[in-house]
């Protein structure tokens, strides 16, 4: 098993970590255009306050997204190894499978709830906004 050995269909190792580092890269400027978004909502410090720290908890889980994906990557680079040396194994224990697994689930969970947030108080700030300049 090499690099453009399919893993999924239609998937090569190589092609997986092209994705992956397109979405990372789509992240980062989602996370760009966010700022740029809520910077003009940001008047006094009580708006800093609420969202400063979903933005800082939206960069939080990119990076813990990119490092979860990185381990995945480690964990299909060590099958195709250990697959080169003739081993059938995964390469990698049973609690070490769990762990990645548990980790990708609360991964997604949290990536999940914090776009639903950031979806939310972009709505609710344009609208306010909305009203402002009508009043």
Known sequence: MDKDTEIFK??????????????????ESQITLLISELKPFVTNIGDATIIVPLIKDYLEVGVKNDDQLAKLLAVVQRLIGSNANGDSEFGISE?????????????????????????DITNGQIQTNKKRTEA
């Open 95 to 119: 609690e070490e499978k769990q762990q990645l697994m548990a980790d990708l689930d609360a991964l997604d969970t949290t990536n999940n709830k914090l776009d639903e947030q950031v979806k």
């Open 10 to 27: 239609g998937k090569s190792f190589s092609d997986i970590a092209k994705d992956l580092y397109g979405a990372s890269k789509k992240k």
